[in-house]
């Protein structure tokens, strides 16, 4: 089936320090999402991108939908402690019944003040 | 407010007892679906439901059922047939199942723990 490629994995950086993360698949998505999810706490959506190429900001974070809609990334600038999470991408695909959803396996940040 | 909610926040059960997870949504939203997560992984897809009175399995439904007898409630209760059940459990909802801009929103989570 369908799979997303997160990395990294786990970052551990300085506050103030800029982060990158990406999602990549072998496959074709419509659509990505970005959620940020904290300890003991559900996802909340942070981004969502609809049109390959498009480039979308919510405050310090920055998402871009890859030109060939097989990646995404996420930017976060001058990262603050409140940042530390997982953050989680997910892509929808067209599948038997229609559009499906499915979610990387996460990036977990850790800010040091 | 507008939301989803899910009770109980932490859960505790015996081997052998079926448990059932309550999940609530205020948004109007047609879908409804339910996710496992085990420490350090991603989201597991369990059951999702695109409308009233119709469920689909997901990718590790076995040892799980669902119910869907209102639009804004999707319970998931946990067998003792399920092998492995302790688990942070997370409910979502979107507007409709089906369309490429179909934004899930997630509900706080539930932690069972299998004593």
């Known amino acids: 089936g369908q799979q997303l490629n997160q990395s990294p994995q786990s970052m551990f950086i300085q506050e103030g320090e800029d982060v990158s993360m990406n999602c990549t698949s072998s496959?074709?998505?419509?659509?990505w999402l970005w959620y940020k999810q904290e300890p003991g706490e559900g996802p909340v959506l942070l981004i969502a991108?609809?049109?390959?190429?498009e480039l979308t900001s919510n405050g310090r974070l920055t998402a871009q939908f890859g030109i060939t809609r097989k990646d995404s990334f996420l930017n976060i600038s001058a990262s603050i402690p409140s940042d530390v999470g997982i953050y989680f991408c997910a892509g929808q695909h067209l599948d038997t019944g229609g559009f499906k959803t499915i979610f990387g396996a996460g990036t977990r940040l850790f800010v040091k003040a | 407010d507008g939301g989803i909610t899910q009770s109980p926040k932490y859960l505790f059960r015996k081997e052998g007892q079926n448990v059932t997870l309550s999940c609530e949504q205020n948004?109007?939203?047609?879908?409804m679906y339910w996710y496992r997560q085990d420490p350090g992984q991603g989201l597991r897809l369990i059951y999702y439901s695109q409308i009233v009175n119709d469920f689909q399995k997901g990718d590790i439904a076995e040892g799980y059922s669902v119910s869907r007898e209102k639009k804004e409630s999707f319970p998931l209760t946990v067998t003792s047939a399920q092998k492995n059940p302790t688990a942070f459990y997370l409910c979502a909802s979107s507007i409709t199942s089906g369309s490429s801009t179909d934004t899930q929103y997630f509900g706080p989570g539930t932690r069972l723990t299998v004593l």
């Open positions: 496959s074709i998505f419509n659509t």
């Open positions: 991108l609809y049109k390959a190429g």
């Open positions: 948004l109007n939203h047609d879908a």
